[in-house]
């Protein structure tokens, strides 16, 4: 797909001589494995009215394509690439079998590899690109979402790959590389720095300068934004012919010591901004950081580094998943390395189980990153391993009150340690628990409490808990969800739409917009059979459950399997209403609320609901 469409088996061009083949061929493509229904397809082939005999013509294409694809299927043989399901056709092919997908596994890859083998693996993906994205159909409105994915997908890895040439000292490979995407990208700011730090490397400090200025005018001019204050670092430290390094206002002012009296205040300095709610600069430095400690070669500074981080999360859905698997990849292949220090292996545990949040698989970890802080009587250790303990606790459903224990303990850990940071994640736990188990007044002290310390240590983004809180329990204005937090904001606003909505017994449809799969966002797979029910499609409703993956093991836990129960019953799904039932049966005493952000309703309650509809 990126460049003139075409297809291969073994090497050997596939025949897709007509238009209408190879187009049908890339709208399944881009719906990533999804199935296209038939109507889809002749919206996406006939921008105005489409003729009559639209459908048999989809058709014939589809037979077309289907014999072009498979030459050597026999006759009646069903189809193993293009098939029919749900009313439409999905596209069957391996990972690895569509290059814009093999792309997006090289990036993901590149995040957790060495620089060396970051490089071999986005120059192997910049490969893949032999024209534009889709340039056969740049005209077509189902290919724009696409096309304009893939232009940013390929100027993100040019960007990682040059990051990547930096760190391997090749200054004079990335400016090649960078020189004409700052031309064709002249408002992305990571290219303008990246450009000016690789001729500040090359010791070309006046281009380095005359970059910077560029990339100041460009903003200026056609956007009216001061550049950002890593290009001001960057401009600061060429000027002062410093080496370059960090890249951020806060950090630089570490410039003029050593690279490791740099790497050992990074911790500080990033947990600094995170708690103080500049997240976006704390994702942007910490990998660096991590990366520059591990080729030190020092195993004890990389474990202080990588767990350096005293950010607790309190959400247990990342902000930025890539970057989560980078930590937990470093933090894995240090472990080995630190078995004679105690303090270093509860520092790596317990920063992979607060990384891995969501998954319930590092319980392990967080127990004995506990266990080795409480023997080292190590407060604010162990501070750092409940918070670990926390994010693990998600195993099944009804662990409400253990995590409301977990937060005790941290609250009064914290004070030990005189930790604000941790008093208030704490705080933030045992709300959530609270209002799992329907202590809604309890709730709400800890809610004040929050309050009271975000704004005397100046911590923001406590405060978005605390206030969707009172949204979904106090009968509050609804909330903004900042962007700075993406793993809580993305879908949140959906997602409390349609559970207020089931609570007061209206129509889920009624909230509008919001109940798109873009609004509702990593929550969509769990809302769509619902809406699907509600709107008389029953059997697209059972296929969307059938297909539905397990709910993750998080804050939401119950709430998504309230969804899924509530749309096995009415889309007339018997198995899933039972496995639903089944994974909230532990929680029956609790309410769907865990999040302390979104409630579902009593778990009881919505459990009898299913008996009687048994019954009957």
Known sequence: MLGPVSASADGTPLPLAK??????????????????????LVEDLWDGAA??????????????????????????????????????????????????????????????????RAVEALSGALDEWRGEAYEEHADRPWAQPERVRLAALRADVVERLADALLAVDRAADAVALLDGHVVAHPWREEGWRLLATALHRAHRPAQALDVLRRARRTFADDLGLDPGPALVALEQEVLDRREPGWHDAGLSALDRRGARARLEASGAVLSSLA??????????????????????????????????????????????????????????????????????????????????????????????????????????????????????RFAHAGLAADRERIGAELVATARRAESTTFEIAGRIVRMQALCALDRLDDAAAEADAVDALAAAAERPLASTFTAWFRHAFTGAAEPAAPDEMPGFSRG????????????????????????????????????????LARTGHRDEARHALATAPAPRHDLLLEVTWALLLTAAREADAPDVAARASAALLPARDERAAGSGVVDAGAVGALLAGGSAAARR
């Open 19 to 40: 238009p209408r083949l190879r187009e049908v061929l890339a709208v399944l493509v881009a719906a990533g494995g999804r199935t296209v229904t038939t109507d889809a």
């Open 492 to 531: 949140i606003v959906a997602l409390s739409r349609v559970t207020r909505a089931l609570r007061a017994g209206e129509d889920v449809g009624s909230v509008g917009p919001a109940t798109d799969d873009a609004a509702l966002g990593p929550y969509a797979p769990w809302v769509r059979p619902l809406l």
């Open 51 to 116: 003729p009559a005999g639209a459908v048999g013509a989809v058709r014939t294409f589809v037979g077309e394509l289907r014999r072009a694809l498979e030459p050597e299927r026999a006759p009646h043989a069903p189809p193993q690439v293009v098939v029919t399901g749900a009313g439409g056709y999905a596209l069957r092919v391996p990972d690895d079998a569509v290059d814009a997908w093999r792309v997006a596994r090289a990036v993901a890859d590149a995040r957790v590899a060495s620089p060396a």
């Open 275 to 392: 708690v103080s709610g500049d997240l976006a600069t704390v994702r942007a430095q910490r990998l660096a950081a991590i990366r520059a400690a591990e080729q030190l070669d020092d195993a004890p500074l990389a474990a202080r580094v990588i767990g350096g981080l005293e950010a607790p999360g309190v959400w247990t859905r990342s902000d930025d998943d890539d970057l989560a698997r980078a930590v937990v990849a470093a933090a894995s292949r240090t472990l080995p390395r630190v078995a004679g220090s105690p303090n270093a292996r509860a520092r790596l545990l317990a920063t992979i189980a607060i990384e891995e949040r969501g998954t319930a698989a590092r319980e392990a970890e967080a127990r004995e990153a506990e266990q080795l802080a409480r023997t080292a009587h190590d407060d604010r250790l162990l501070c750092l391993a409940l918070s670990g303990r926390y994010m693990q």
